[in-house]
């Protein structure tokens, strides 16, 4: 009923900057987090960012990098990652807490994953 969709992952030299999106649709009522995970095999997914209606949260490790910013109209997440490393290469998972209507609970999504790669 609802998806996550993804975008903007791709190559790139360490220093430089890529911007991922992730689109939300399908019956929403409303969202309240979005955010951004990430996770690199053998290792526990990870937090990257958050955002709510009035509040951003961050990774320290990104903290200065990174911007995730929203489109509440269009039901949109985005991360802006500049100053990239190495170490930044994940698998990068779009997040939301979704309800259906306004007297349901909220609901929690993820969506399929873009590969982040940064090289050296």
């Known amino acids: 009923q609802v998806q996550l969709v993804e975008s903007g992952g791709g190559l790139v030299q360490a220093g430089g900057s890529l911007r991922l999106s992730c689109a939300a649709s399908?019956?929403?009522?409303?969202?309240?987090?979005m955010g951004w995970y990430r996770e690199v095999p053998g290792k526990q997914r990870e937090l990257v960012a958050t955002i709510t209606s009035d509040k951003t949260n961050y990774a320290d490790s990104v903290k200065g990098r990174f911007t995730i910013s929203r489109d509440n109209a269009k039901n949109m997440v985005y991360l802006q990652m500049d100053s990239l490393k190495p170490e930044d290469t994940a698998v990068y998972y779009c997040?939301?807490?979704?309800?259906?209507?306004?007297?349901?609970?909220?609901?929690?999504?993820w969506g399929q994953g873009t590969q982040v790669t940064v090289s050296s």
């Open positions: 399908g019956r929403i009522f409303s969202i309240n987090v």
């Open positions: 997040n939301a807490v979704i309800r259906f209507t306004a007297s349901n609970s909220w609901f929690n999504y």
